[in-house]
């Protein structure tokens, strides 16, 4: 099929309709919304960091059943053992053999919260179904249902009692996005619903009907993979990872995961748009939540309160299309 043929059309209606539903009920959030539409749509774990209250779970309930999605949550505590997310072969006496109890982690969409309250053991199990959407239980591989997804939230401003991501766990996320609290025009939203009864959870679930299956999903990725991206986009995408690991401020710059993040966004983000093409704008509208993540800061920056995001919208003004 050739790019100009690609009905992209469906994935932009299909955005557009499973944003307006979504924010039937969660008030803002909208850069949230389209990241797990963008993550969906390029295969890729996101990471949430934000305070609590913040709709993070609510939004991924609503977009697990409008996609039809199995959705299992996980709830990050020290004393979550790797076979807990999973799963174990069990001995089964009267059968004569093992039998595997499958985890949380086979199903469709897994939201696994405060991630940070995770030992390193437990959050490392979680790497492998990421990267490869396979399990290994005592030696044997099981391949995770498809379409797999992953959010992983984490509170950023509490420290006691929790591990910090390594930079191998952070680089498997595809994108990553901060979130505060609600602005006050929005929060007296909030309160107006709620006193006019229109923040009631289980209504508003009975209420969904699914948008879009499992195959229609398979169907979009399907077609988001044949967006065309033309050489200087590719040249683009190149020269900004590439800028990362230069920058003076910066100790560990982007993997070649960013490179292939910004691209398969760019292309998701083309489609949520109507296009069958990427423009640079929708690279640029990636660097952000692709790159974030997975700068590490010289010691200077930091004591000097340089930002991430700082760094990297100095290497976006900096940075041409070539």
């Given at each position: 099929?050739d790019a100009t043929?690609?009905?992209?059309?469906?994935?932009?209606?299909?955005?557009?309709?499973?944003?307006?539903?979504?924010?039937?009920?969660?008030?803002?959030?909208?850069?949230?919304?389209?990241?797990?539409?963008?993550g969906v749509l390029?295969?890729?774990?996101?990471?949430?960091?934000?305070?609590?209250?913040?709709?993070?779970?609510?939004?991924?309930?609503?977009?697990?059943?409008?996609?039809?999605?199995?959705?299992?949550?996980?709830?990050?505590?020290?004393?979550?053992?790797?076979?807990?997310?999973?799963?174990?072969?069990?001995?089964?006496?009267?059968?004569?053999?093992?039998?595997?109890?499958?985890?949380?982690?086979?199903?469709?969409?897994?939201?696994?919260?405060?991630?940070?309250?995770?030992?390193?053991?437990?959050?490392?199990?979680?790497?492998?179904?990421?990267?490869?959407?396979?399990?290994?239980?005592?030696?044997?591989?099981?391949?995770?249902?498809?379409?797999?997804?992953?959010?992983?939230?984490?509170?950023?401003?509490?420290?006691?009692?929790?591990?910090?991501?390594?930079?191998?766990?952070?680089?498997?996320?595809?994108?990553?996005?901060?979130?505060?609290?609600?602005?006050?025009?929005?929060?007296?939203?909030?309160?107006?619903?709620?006193?006019?009864?229109?923040?009631?959870?289980?209504?508003?679930?009975?209420?969904?009907?699914?948008?879009?299956?499992?195959?229609?999903?398979?169907?979009?990725?399907?077609?988001?993979?044949?967006?065309?991206?033309?050489?200087?986009?590719?040249?683009?995408?190149?020269?900004?990872?590439?800028?990362?690991?230069?920058?003076?401020?910066?100790?560990?710059?982007?993997?070649?995961?960013?490179?292939?993040?910004?691209?398969?966004?760019?292309?998701?983000?083309?489609?949520?748009?109507?296009?069958?093409?990427?423009?640079?704008?929708?690279?640029?509208?990636?660097?952000?939540?692709?790159?974030?993540?997975?700068?590490?800061?010289?010691?200077?920056?930091?004591?000097?309160?340089?930002?991430?995001?700082?760094v990297i919208q100095?290497?976006?003004?900096?940075?041409?299309?070539?």
């Open positions: 099929m043929d690609l009905d992209v059309s469906y994935i932009a209606d299909a955005y557009h309709e499973v944003l307006e539903t979504t924010q039937r009920f969660v008030v803002g959030n909208k850069p949230l919304i389209e990241l797990i539409f963008t390029s295969s890729g774990p996101v990471l949430i960091e934000g305070v609590p209250g913040t709709a993070k779970t609510t939004v991924s309930k609503i977009m697990a059943k409008l996609l039809s999605y199995s959705f299992k949550r996980i709830q990050g505590a020290v004393d979550v053992q790797p076979a807990d997310i999973i799963g174990v072969r069990i001995y089964v006496a009267n059968e004569g053999q093992f039998v595997l109890q499958k985890g949380p982690i086979f199903s469709n969409f897994v939201l696994v919260d405060e991630i940070n309250r995770l030992t390193p053991k437990t959050q490392s199990a979680l790497l492998e179904s990421m990267s490869e959407q396979q399990a290994t239980i005592d030696g044997n591989t099981y391949p995770l249902p498809k379409p797999f997804f992953v959010i992983a939230t984490q509170n950023p401003y509490e420290f006691e009692g929790t591990f910090s991501l390594v930079e191998a766990q952070r680089d498997r996320f595809m994108y990553s996005i901060p979130l505060e609290h609600l602005k006050v025009d929005e929060e007296l939203e909030i309160i107006r619903r709620d006193n006019s009864g229109g923040l009631s959870w289980d209504d508003f679930e009975d209420s969904l009907p699914p948008l879009l299956s499992p195959e229609d999903v398979g169907e979009m990725i399907g077609i988001v993979r044949q967006v065309h991206a033309d050489e200087a986009v590719l040249r683009y995408i190149a020269d900004l990872v590439a800028a990362t690991r230069s920058h003076g401020d910066v100790r560990l710059g982007a993997s070649s995961r960013a490179s292939l993040a910004l691209l398969r966004g760019a292309k998701a983000r083309a489609a949520m748009d109507g296009r069958s093409y990427v423009i640079p704008d929708d690279v640029k509208d990636l660097a952000m939540p692709a790159l974030r993540h997975r700068l590490l800061m010289e010691r200077d920056a930091i004591i000097g309160q340089i930002s991430v995001d700082a100095e290497i976006l003004n900096s940075v041409e299309v070539s």
